[in-house]
């Protein structure tokens, strides 16, 4: 269930009460006149079943409350009541299944920043992934994959193509392109370092590389992993299952490859700087594709079921 906390203008509070009663899938509806003071206005609260929620939400925004008083949307862990129950049998589909295009939305612009967080991450997570790639060790990999933050970029293009948001758009390609290219550069020069103290050898990249020579060896497996690997970690953003984003990021090669093509780059070795940044474009390239025909997917799917509880909410 979902909480719904509203600030509506007097003059609109009618149409407000009047849309969350005809919503199939709401209940503890309370009305508190006169009770906000900035900005001034009547204060609402219901609760509403996840899978009615996006719908209830585009009817608050139809009549301008998220510019001239407040839509504040909460979780709602817990919830013993009968009524709630009613409200999420009633409601069509399934909660997990639920998309908030809002939040969704919300979640992916605030993660496609291109902030001095997400860069320190991205970097500090390809210079681990460095030192995976020289020493062939598979759980420095798997460390970088896991801290690398760039799932949220690519989420957030995804999410821009299907909301048609041109602004999304350009900052998640921002936060791409800089991320990258900053990640890479200092890589670049910490491999430089650690080569002149002795820890990093061109041997060692040179060498047999058992546990990590697939990141710049890119084949048909790579990108049939990265679409897969895309299209849970959209699932995962739209359904709130959060946890599975840390297997999807364990999943594709998009750091290690930039680390390794950094770490070649520092010692002129253009067949892996080249065969790296393709496992990269590869990557990238995979998992936007399934990232925006999985939201497609997923909003004709709840497009029919929006049609339908309108339907049953004017019969």
């Keep these: 269930m979902l ?30 006149p006169g009770a906000a003071r900035n900005p ?59 998309v908030l295009w809002e939040h969704l939305t919300g979640a992916t612009h ?41 799932f949220g970029p690519l989420a957030g293009f995804s999410t821009a193509v299907v909301q048609r948001r041109p602004r999304l758009a350009l900052r998640s390609v921002t936060a791409l392109l800089v991320g990258f290219a900053v990640a890479m550069a200092v890589t670049v020069g910490f491999s430089l370092f650690m080569d002149a103290v002795g820890l990093f050898t061109q041997e060692q990249l040179a060498g047999e590389r058992p546990q990590t020579g697939f990141v710049y060896a890119p084949d048909w497996f790579s990108f049939v992993v990265a679409v897969l690997a895309g299209a849970a970690g959209t699932l995962s953003l739209t359904s709130a299952k959060s946890g599975a984003l840390v297997g999807v990021a364990i999943s594709v090669t998009t750091i290690p490859a930039a680390a390794n093509a950094a770490v070649a780059l520092s010692y002129g070795d253009t067949v892996q700087t080249w ?41």
């Design 110 to 150: 605030e993660e496609s920043t291109l902030s001095v967080t997400y860069l320190a991450f991205i970097t500090l997570a390809t210079m681990i992934a460095a030192c995976g790639v020289v020493l062939d060790n598979a759980i420095l990999i798997v460390g970088a994959m896991a801290v690398g933050p760039e």
């Design 3 to 32: 909480h719904l906390r509203l600030i509506a203008p007097a003059e609109k509070t009618d149409d407000v009460v009047r849309l969350i009663e005809g919503t199939i899938g709401t209940t503890h509806l309370c009305v508190l």
């Design 40 to 98: 001034t206005g009547d204060v609402v609260t219901c609760d509403v079943a996840r899978e009615a929620g996006d719908d209830l939400l585009s009817g608050l925004q139809r009549l301008g409350l998220d510019t001239t008083g407040s839509i504040a949307v909460e979780n709602i862990d817990l919830s013993l009541s009968k009524r709630a129950e009613k409200a999420e049998d009633e409601a069509p589909g399934e909660s997990a299944d639920a």
């Design 275 to 315: 065969g790296s940044t393709e496992q990269l474009l590869l990557n990238l390239l995979g998992i936007t594709l399934a990232g925006t025909l999985t939201l497609l997917a997923q909003k004709y799917f709840w497009a029919g079921q929006h049609r339908r509880l309108r339907r049953r909410a004017q019969a």
